[in-house]
Structure formats: structure tokens, C-alpha cells
Nanobody, 115 residues
Framework: QVNFVESGGGLVQPGGSLGLSCAASGITFSGRSMAWYRRAPGKSRELVARITTGGSTNCADSVKGRFTISRDDAKNTLYLQMNSLKLEDTAIYYC?????????WGQGTQVTVSS
């Protein structure tokens, strides 16, 4: 059974940094492109960043230059380094494949940017 466990969220001030992790199990992680998503209060889910099996990355314009996605296939883990955080980055962050059909969603990890 597919299982994603996101971690690393928390409360941070504007301009701060956080590093998120997503531990994957039940899939051939190295054979899949992966992505980070977020859902802010009252908004629909947004794709934040994606990474291919070869390590090519792409980020949403809203986070470009501030967020970096990476992966460690030996650890079946996806990462998101978030710098220069803004109030509008407040959301629950999830990992999954970059396009449907999505796998079973994890619980996500809450990121709150507040002064």
C-alpha cells in the first residue's frame, strides 16, 4: 500500500526557512516523478514544485527562487527547502505524483508563516 508521510512543518516568521520531507513507501520511488503540493485555507490545492526521475525540477512562479525541491532515491524521500517564507506560503503541504492519477494522499504537514 502506498504511504506518504510528510514532516518538517511548523511556525516560522516571515523571511524564515523550513525544510520539509516526504517519506514514501509502497511505490518504486526512484521510477516516479514527484511533486509537492499545498492547500491554503479557503483555496484549492496548488502544485508547488515537481522533480523528474532524472532530477530536473520546476517550481510554480509564486515560489520560484525561494523553494527548492530535491530527492534521495536511496532513502525514498522527497524534500522541499523553503527560504524567504511569506505569509501567503501558509498552507498544508503534501507530496504526490505531479499529475493524476494521484496516489493515496498523506496527512500533510502544516506550515504557518506568521509574525
Amino acid at each position: 500500500q502506498v504511504n506518504f508521510v510528510e514532516s518538517g512543518g511548523g511556525l516560522v516568521q516571515p523571511g524564515g526557512s523550513l525544510g520539509l520531507s516526504c517519506a514514501a513507501s509502497g511505490i518504486t520511488f526512484s521510477g516516479r516523478s514527484m511533486a509537492w503540493y499545498r492547500r491554503a485555507p479557503g483555496k484549492s490545492r496548488e502544485l508547488v514544485a515537481r522533480i523528474t526521475t532524472g532530477g530536473s525540477t520546476n517550481c510554480a512562479d509564486s515560489v520560484k527562487g525561494r523553494f527548492t525541491i530535491s530527492r534521495d532515491d536511496a532513502k525514498n524521500t522527497l524534500y522541499l527547502q523553503m527560504n524567504s517564507l511569506k505569509l501567503e506560503d501558509t498552507a498544508i503541504y503534501y507530496c504526490n505524483t505531479p499529475s493524476p492519477p494521484w496516489l493515496l494522499w498523506g496527512q500533510g504537514t502544516q506550515v504557518t508563516v506568521s509574525s
